[in-house]
T-cell receptor, first 115, second 109 residues
């Protein structure tokens, strides 16, 4: 079964540094997402991406965050200047199409630790 | 009021028992509903979509009550491997899933 893959599985960085989290969505999917989950808290929506542009973003997704689909397969999340509170699991997800009840398929996540 | 609410549990249930939990949502414009399960420090995995007429997948039954704005998940003949956190997710646009905080289920031998 095709999967969403994320790298790295764990990233440790110092406060103020830039990080790039990478994702390879399922190949025939059209919608891509980033979510995050702070330890012990609920999953939170960050951003959705369709047709090479952001379709929706949350309040969390401020100017420090950006997304890119640099080629036909990768989908990246960049945090420009990390803060301690950015420490979380970051999940990439993709879904196949515009049908409202298309479920999302999640990658294994990247654990980001900001020290 | 949170947009999607779940009883955090934990629900401690003996193996073989039936367990059910609900998830309420506040936005009547919500369109699609899902149950995911999440194991500790892992990604959410889709358990089942929830359809208007209710649907069943093996030991799992999901129901939607639009009038009262809740969805439910019933697990029959529970197994030790069912121990996890069950997340309710609601789609109110084509793009964004709103998540409940999850209900923790512990199946005891």
């Amino acid at each position: 079964e095709p999967e969403v893959t994320q790298t790295p599985s764990h990233q440790v960085t110092q406060m103020g540094q830039e990080v790039i989290l990478r994702c390879v969505p399922i190949s025939n999917h059209l919608y891509f997402y980033w979510y995050r989950q702070i330890l012990g808290q609920k999953v939170e929506f960050l951003v959705s991406f369709y047709n090479n542009e952001i379709s929706e973003k949350s309040e969390i997704f401020d100017d420090q965050f950006s997304v890119e689909r640099p080629d036909g397969s990768n989908f990246t999340l960049k945090i420009r200047s990390t803060k301690l509170e950015d420490s979380a699991m970051y999940f990439c997800a993709s879904s196949p199409g515009q049908v409202m009840n298309s479920p999302l398929h999640f990658g294994n996540g990247t654990r980001l630790t900001v020290t | 009021r949170k947009e999607v609410e779940q009883d955090p549990g934990p629900f401690n249930v003996p193996e073989g028992a039936t367990v059910a939990f609900n998830c309420t949502y506040s936005n009547s414009a919500s369109q699609s509903f899902f149950w995911y399960r999440q194991d500790c420090r892992k990604e959410p995995k889709l358990l089942m979509s929830v359809y208007s007429s209710g649907n069943e997948d093996g030991r799992f039954t999901a129901q939607l009550n639009r009038a009262s704005q809740y969805i439910s998940l019933l697990i029959r003949d529970s197994k030790l491997s069912d121990s996890a956190t069950y997340l309710c997710a609601v789609k109110r646009s084509n793009y964004q899933l709103i998540w409940g905080a999850g209900t923790k289920l512990i199946i005891k031998p």
